[in-house]
């Protein structure tokens, strides 16, 4: 099952493991559950801090990516701007 919910970033820490770059994200729920993911660095937002609303993507109950929420997915919001 594939999904996405809004949360709040309880913390932020990156870390190297065998020269490769990932990021520990812990997140807040509404409900109080709360959940840690550690991400490739592709799919966690440059410079994302504690505090900031982000968007989680789920599979199988599994985070698979993180972006701001008002980050359009994919670039939407570039072609939702084109002159039409």
């Given at each position: ?21 990932y ?34 993507s ?24 084109a002159?039409?």
């Amino acid at each position: 099952m594939l999904g996405e919910r809004e949360a709040i970033v309880l913390e932020v820490r990156g870390l190297d493991v065998h020269g490769v770059g990932y990021v520990d994200v812990t997140v807040g729920f509404r409900g109080g559950a709360t959940t840690t993911a550690r991400l490739g660095r592709e799919s966690v937002p440059d410079d994302l801090r504690a505090g900031e609303v982000v968007l989680v993507s789920s599979a199988m109950s599994v985070v698979v990516a993180i972006r701001r929420a008002d980050a359009a997915p994919d670039g939407a919001a570039s072609r939702s701007s084109a002159p039409g």
